[in-house]
């Protein structure tokens, strides 16, 4: 059973098909990544370095979102983008990008609660010592950073992890689009893998979800030997 | 808000045209659409067609929404309500087949050749007894919305019968359903493609398949407001010619040994009769497929249209 799985999985890893699913989902959870880096990175740092009145309210925000079940926000998310919808001139709905823009406010709260963490954690030990060196603010949030950078790889991580397993968005906004050679297709691994158990082809499916596990699990050992080459697991 | 700057910027630049057809999962899941009618439209005409596979009401939905361009459903009934509501026009029915009665092979409840409304009354009365469980979609999809129906010309109501223990309701698709009702030795209604795409997987056995009151219409509408309407129209023209027309009388015979999916284009005198009967709307003295109200801008199309006796 194993065997055959093991040989039905690489089988179908060769299908044209099949490689086209696996690289759409880590193009689509991949830009939902960066996008989710661009707009949360600023938003952690300045909610870890700067001091503003509702900062703790935000930052409790962010903390609870961590935990928003994917369903409801690709509900949200299709009633706002629909094209009748306040969002709908957007043109999101059943497109790639739609769902990359889901992942990412999926994701956002993780990149957000992940960083603020690990920048203050390093915080006053690197405030002072900088200081003492005639750092400006600037240099010395600067050197924050840098000294955080593990803690940004691991939420970048844990995001791109979170967004290419999650279905709901994905579903909701992608609509399992599929046509051989077709340009608007949205089928991902976790849709294709709902689709071929709803249709019976339960090997498909189990063969799809090795290839899931196969990135993740390759991902995370990367950036674990990365880190250890470049010695930044001090943190 | 910044992200939805740079997203509007590149969907302006990627102006897209391609068709949304929301459909049910019966037709979808057994690949026509995607397998077969997307890749030789596409031969045909040159647009580009995605399918949604969402089940009848939520397909509805998406349409009302503004997110497709056209339906591809089967639920009679509520075809009507979305083209009264102003949303759906130019209905043409497409294929048809039949719902069939399953459960497992020592049939308890001794439905099996009986007719689909004494299967029904039988049904209720052992599962009231504790005797045997009848499983429900329960997710007002076509194949649900049928049930419903026969359950009323069996004189029950579904909303009182649901409540009642003997009744499991899955709120999934066909596929589960279908798996659900093998793993308890239970009886449920199912469409004929997705029961024989899952016939390898389960035992359960077709006990009931004859009967005027189990047949299947799969019809099409058009999205009044769509952008794509002409798309829309040139689709529907197609699905209707004798090409589209083979295409799905064609379609499953390697596979299944039959056809999946009947084309409206070859029924027989009887069979029309049923689908009149439960699957065109009274308009002025005549029935027909689609009321002359919700017809538009279907220059050449013909609807079928037959006298009331």
Same mark, same amino acid.
Request: aromatic fraction near 8%; charge should be neutral; charged fraction near 20%.
């Given at each position: ?235 | ?16 045209k391609v068709l949304t057809i929301s459909t ?13 009618i997307?890749?030789?439209f596409?031969?045909?005409s040159?647009i580009d067609v995605r399918f ?7 397909a509805?939905?998406d349409a009302?929404?503004g997110a497709a361009d056209v339906i591809f ?14 949303y759906g026009v130019n209905r043409k029915?497409i ?56 359950? !009323?010309?069996?004189? =029950?109501?579904? +909303?009182?019968? %649901?409540? &009642? ?9 066909? *596929? ?43 019809s099409f509408i058009v999205v009044k407001n769509s952008k794509n309407f002409d798309a829309a129209m040139i689709v529907l023209r197609w699905l209707v010619?004798?090409?589209g ?31 009149? !009967?439960?699957?065109? =709307?009274?308009? +002025?003295?005549? %029935?027909? &497929?689609c009321?002359?109200?919700?017809r538009l801008a279907a220059? *050449?199309l ?8």
């Open positions: 059973m194993i065997l055959e799985t093991a040989t039905r999985t690489l089988e179908l890893l060769t299908n044209p098909a099949v490689l086209d699913i696996t690289l759409r989902s880590i193009r689509v959870s991949g830009v939902a990544t960066i996008l989710a880096l661009v707009v949360g990175l600023p938003i952690a740092a300045a909610l870890a370095l700067l001091n503003f009145k509702g900062k703790e309210i935000i930052k409790s925000i962010f903390n609870a979102l961590l935990g928003i079940p994917t369903v409801v926000l690709g509900l949200v998310l299709y009633i706002l983008i629909a094209p009748n919808g306040v969002l709908g001139y957007l043109g999101l709905l059943y497109t790639e990008l739609g769902i990359s823009v889901g992942q990412m406010l999926l994701i956002l709260p993780i990149i957000v609660s992940f960083v603020v963490n690990s920048i203050e954690r390093v915080e006053r030990e690197i405030r002072d010592l900088a200081y003492t060196l005639g750092a400006t603010e600037f240099q010395t949030s600067l050197a924050l950073l840098k000294e955080a950078y593990s803690g940004v790889v691991l939420a970048t991580i844990a995001a791109f992890n979170r967004a290419i397993a999650e279905l709901g968005i994905a579903l909701m906004i992608g609509g399992n689009v599929f046509v051989s050679g077709g340009r608007y297709n949205t089928r991902v691994l976790t849709t294709a893998m709902q689709m071929y158990v709803a249709r019976g082809e339960i090997e498909v499916a189990i063969a799809l979800g090795i290839i899931l596990i196969a990135i993740v699990f390759s991902i995370s050992l990367l950036s674990n030997s990365l880190q250890r080459c470049y010695g930044l697991d001090k943190t | 808000m910044l992200v939805f700057a740079v997203v509007s910027l590149s969907g302006c630049v990627e102006q897209k049910t999962t019966s037709l979808y899941d057994t690949g026509l659409l995607e397998e077969v997307a890749s030789e596409k031969k045909y040159g949604i596979a969402k089940g009848t009401g939520a509805i939905q009302m929404r459903v089967h639920a009679p009934e509520r075809e009507l309500e979305f083209m009264k509501a102003g029915v294929a048809y087949n039949f719902f069939v009665i399953v459960g497992p092979p020592s049939d308890p409840a001794g439905i099996k050749g009986l007719s689909p409304i004494e299967a029904m009354k039988k049904i209720a009365k052992l599962g009231r007894e504790g005797e045997i469980v009848w499983v429900s979609r329960g997710d007002m999809s076509g194949t649900n919305v049928k049930e419903i129906q026969l359950w !009323k010309l069996a004189g =029950f109501d579904y +909303d009182k019968l %649901k409540n &009642e223990g003997w009744m499991h309701l899955t709120g999934s698709g066909m *596929g589960k359903t279908l798996l659900y009702a093998s793993n308890i030795n239970a009886y449920t209604l199912s469409d004929t493609g997705t029961y024989l795409k899952y016939k390898k997987l389960i035992k359960l056995e077709e006990l009931v398949s004859k009967g005027e009151e189990l047949i299947n219409i799969y010619s004798e090409d027309q083979n295409l799905i009388a064609q379609f499953g015979k390697d596979e299944f040994g039959k056809s999946l999916f009947n084309p409206i284009s070859k029924v027989d005198e009887k069979t029309r009769e049923w689908i009149v !009967k439960y699957g065109f =709307f009274e308009d +002025d003295g005549v %029935k027909t &497929e009321p002359k109200k919700f220059n *050449g013909e609807f079928s249209e037959v006298k009331i006796q």
